[in-house]
């Protein structure tokens, strides 16, 4: 937007009182960034809080199903990348909980929430990897599925969510493209790895579609997040992209997606397709997925376990923060 569409007040026009509530939907209106310094409306702030929070405990328990593969890689080069990938996946909890304490909200909080069952992840990691073909599809489905919803998170109205994005994206971007290659090998390789591959296909491709979120008519939420352009897409929208985007890879790879309604539709210029089971969607967001508990079991264990290592932390923190009062130098 151009500078003169906010053309100064006339010479001489008194100062009007400043208007917090103004100044929020002008920035908002100009597309402009949202920082933690500023005002915003209580309701922007829980909003974000649950988004990031919610996204920040995903990237978390998502290391859980490829998490187990590590040990069972079958080379060398498939553990180095897989370990990679995974620990990105703690990086990405990481910013996303700092961006989330940008706003107020207290990480030991958060994680509390996640475990008592009192805050969501997505329902993609309620489901199992049986395969190593598994690991292969979720890199090229669920990291793909994740590019589509957050390249456009790069440019959200909320500054350090958005900052936290760029970097994030260019990390799952290298997690679709070794998901695929991994396919790739095992596609040139025997019909019981051919056979492996397809079987992944056919487990992860509903409950990829089903990670955008619910129809747009179920989802009263999105409507206010746009209009505050947190979110810049629908879901629906966002589904469409990611069918649009994995047709042709599907076709490359030498899969078949699981769908006999999905057609190009050259009236639209994308892809039809069926309707996900929106009942199995309710199930696995309310805990009852095939892996909800052993999930979150895992995540309290892990967090019960770690607990002398924020103490220690704690305590010489506190220890520091007396030494540097005394003025003793270490
Ligand atoms: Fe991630
Ligand atoms: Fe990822």
Known sequence: MDITDHPAPAP?????PYDPEAAFEDTIARDQRIEPRDWM???????LVRQIAQHAHSEIIGMQPEGEWITKAPSLRRKAILFAKVQDEAGHGLYLYSAAETLGADRADLTRRLIDGRQKYSSIFNYPTRTFADVGVIGWFVDGAAICNQV????????????????????????????????????????????????AVDRWWWPSLMMFGPPDADSPNSARSMAWRIKRHSNDQLRQRFVDMT????????????????????????????????????????????????????????????????????????????????????
């Not at 001489?12 to 009007?16: D, R």
């Not at 999905?262 to 009852?288: A, I, M, Q, Y």
């Open 152 to 199: 456009p998170l790069c440019r959200t109205s909320y500054g350090p969510y958005g900052r936290a994005m760029v970097r994030v994206c260019k990390e799952e971007s290298f997690h679709q493209r070794q998901g695929y290659e991994l396919l790739l090998t095992m596609m040139r390789g025997t019909d019981e790895q051919r056979a492996m591959v397809q079987d």
């Open 247 to 330: 047709v042709p890879q599907a076709e490359k790879l030498g899969v078949t997606l699981p769908d006999p309604e999905l057609r190009w539709n050259g009236e639209r210029g994308h892809h039809d397709f069926g309707t996900p089971d929106w009942e199995e969607l309710k199930r696995v967001v309310s805990g009852d997925g095939p892996c909800n508990a052993e999930r979150i079991a895992r995540r309290r264990a892990a967090h019960e376990e770690g607990a002398w290592v924020r103490e220690a932390a704690a305590s010489y923190a506190a220890e520091q923060a007396v030494r540097t009062r005394d003025g003793v130098t270490a």
């Open 41 to 47: 409306p209580d309701a922007y702030r829980a909003t």
């Open 12 to 16: 001489g026009t008194p100062p009007g």
